[in-house]
């Protein structure tokens, strides 16, 4: 199956900044997307501010769709989710990206969803806020709620790729441990720990509860337990074979 | 209690471009934080951009702190974590944002907590990531998976302060309407329909039914209910009172 991220599509409404712009195609494709259209953009779009912040993600403003008014821009889109700002009628009705990122991908299996991101200076009008069939704000705090137009683009394509799915996270390269092995190098410890002489026998227990409590903070793998075995056989070995005499003074 | 937030430090090693620190300065007042710490900064990190996109959150510029190592900029923190770049040994062993900004916060109730970003060009060197207790990496697309500098930092930013639990979302400005006041507006409307001869007596129940499906599809306020009930009694009264005669033809 397709990627429901290609059934996504970007809409900026009279963007006046091309660092913006070219900051949002990178967001896009640092998270699987690819449709760009901006609807009435700035005719003088810095192309030098927006090249450099767009990097390797070019591609995806060359591809973008250029058109008058919203309503081209997302008249076939099975729902239109608009950032709302910070102010106004609207507030009380609106949810986190979040929130409705699992919506917004569930509705991009039948149609195309617009999530459209309003001007640098004003965000978007009432009359087209009124079209939004998901109104969203997006958490910030109130000392200083207003988020650049490209950050706020990052935190909902952010949103929309973590929803997917698609996203695999890098693995641990071997598995966990088990109870087995895990018990036998803690021996190991417990017999380099009195071949170095570090504590008097009867306060070994106590010691390694210790040890125990340092080294089972985080899941170990089984190479994470071979180093440690390892680590406590030759601080064994070593203890029983000086590398060299003491000085004998 | 003062907020945990402001006992996180955001990092910036070696940056390069002013206006990726003014997005961060940004980036940190739209999430509650205040700590910026530079690591031997570009001398000529470009001032003008950096206002720019800094815009209202100037003041967590000029209260930087200026450093020439790592060490100095993290050696008082409980925690250090890093944001590891896209490939590398330590690759497994990271955890997103996400799944760690609470741990992150609950560190920061005893001693600062940094979140320490690379320069854009080259991300952390090996032998700093080694300093890290969290190694953090971001999902990303495989296809472009490196993100803009003050985008990763907006992310990160961003978890700290939902984590944080200081967000408090905009409430409906009602309450939502009770079984008995949904009930006495369907009935109203089903009154209205009758009184307009939408549909014939018989198919009523059927009808009414897509009715309740539509307007149940989301949770209706106490407002909503009243706005749809005078709708449907407005309907009936001026079914039985036309405004005009009709036309004779």
Same mark, same amino acid.
């Given at each position: 199956?397709? #990627?429901?991220?290609?059934?996504?599509?970007?809409?900026?409404?009279?963007?006046?900044?091309?660092?913006?712009?070219g =900051?949002?195609?990178r967001?896009?494709?640092?998270?699987? *997307?690819?449709q760009l259209?901006?609807?009435?953009?700035?005719p003088?779009?810095?192309?030098?501010?927006?090249?450099?912040?767009?990097?390797? /993600?070019?591609?995806?403003?060359?591809?973008?769709?250029?058109?008058?008014?919203?309503?081209?821009?997302v008249?076939?889109?099975?729902?239109?989710?608009?950032?709302?700002?910070?102010?106004?009628? @609207?507030?009380g009705h609106s949810? &986190?990206?979040? $929130?409705?990122?699992?919506?917004l991908?569930?509705?991009?299996? #039948? !149609?195309?969803? %617009?999530?459209?991101?309003g001007?640098?200076? !004003?965000?978007?009008?009432?009359?087209?806020?009124?079209?939004?069939? +998901?109104?969203?704000?997006?958490? &910030? +705090?109130p000392? @200083?709620p207003s988020?650049?137009?490209?950050?706020?683009?990052?935190?909902?394509? +952010?949103?929309? @790729?973590?929803? #997917?799915?698609? @996203? $695999?996270?890098?693995?641990?390269?071997?598995?966990?441990?088990?109870?087995?092995?895990?018990?036998?190098?803690?021996?190991?410890?417990?017999?380099?720990?009195?071949?170095i002489?570090?504590?008097?026998?009867?306060?070994?227990?106590?010691?390694?509860?210790?040890?125990?409590?340092?080294? /089972?903070?985080?899941?170990?793998?089984?190479?994470?337990?071979?180093? *440690?075995?390892?680590? %406590?056989?030759?601080? =064994?070995?070593? %203890? !029983? +074979?000086?590398? %060299?005499?003491?000085? =004998?003074?």
């Amino acid at each position: 199956m397709n #990627s429901l991220l290609k059934n996504i599509r970007i809409v900026c409404v009279r963007p006046l900044y091309g660092g913006n712009i070219g =900051s949002i195609c990178r967001a896009m494709r640092n998270t699987g *997307l690819e449709q760009l259209t901006l609807v009435n953009p700035n005719p003088d779009l810095d192309q030098i501010e927006l090249r450099k912040m767009a990097m390797r /993600s070019l591609p995806v403003y060359e591809q973008r769709v250029v058109v008058n008014t919203l309503e081209e821009a997302v008249g076939d889109c099975g729902a239109v989710a608009m950032t709302s700002g910070v102010d106004g009628f @609207y507030r009380g009705h609106s949810v &986190s990206p979040r $929130e409705c990122a699992p919506d917004l991908l569930d509705l991009a299996r #039948s !149609k195309p969803v %617009a999530v459209v991101f309003g001007p640098e200076d !004003k965000g978007m009008g009432l009359e087209e806020l009124e079209q939004a069939t +998901h109104l969203l704000r997006i958490p &910030s +705090h109130p000392d @200083y709620p207003s988020l650049n137009l490209s950050q706020a683009a990052m935190l909902c394509c +952010h949103e929309l @790729y973590l929803a #997917s799915g698609e @996203y $695999e996270a890098p693995q641990e390269q071997t598995d966990p441990a088990d109870h087995r092995q895990r018990e036998r190098m803690f021996d190991c410890w417990r017999d380099s720990l009195t071949d170095i002489g570090f504590c008097p026998e009867e306060k070994m227990d106590h010691m390694m509860r210790g040890v125990r409590r340092i080294l /089972s903070r985080g899941t170990l793998t089984e190479n994470d337990v071979k180093i *440690l075995m390892g680590i %406590a056989r030759q601080t =064994s070995w070593a %203890a !029983k +074979h000086p590398l %060299a005499e003491p000085d =004998s003074d």
